[in-house]
């Protein structure tokens, strides 16, 4: 499947990410899909992202917010590791 986006406007970095991301997704068995999109400025409701999901139940977001976390714990340890070790010598 090709997907091409037509604009007269400059492409974002979002944007970049978002087609290299599918591109990623078309060699692989998708079975559900979240978005999260963080806005930089309250929108209507004061939304301040917008959130899209495709076939995710609520285990299946429950396994992404845990997937989330665990990102967010490795970027933490690889971001001190050095700090850390230098403190145990």
Known sequence: MAIRIF???????????AMETV???EER?????????LLDQDG???DQAILGYHN??????????????ADVVKAIVKANLK??????E
């Not at 604009?7 to 990410?17: H, I, N």
């Not at 700090?83 to 145990?88: A, K, M, T, V």
Request: hydrophobic residues 50%; negative net charge; without cysteine.
């Open 7 to 17: 604009s007269d406007k400059p492409v974002e970095d979002w944007a970049a990410f």
């Open 23 to 25: 591109q990623l997704l």
């Open 29 to 37: 068995k998708v079975r559900g899909m979240a978005i999260v999109a």
């Open 44 to 46: 209507e409701n004061n």
């Open 56 to 69: 995710m139940g609520l285990s299946d977001k429950e396994e992404a917010i845990m997937l989330i976390h």
């Open 83 to 88: 700090d850390w070790l230098d403190e145990l």
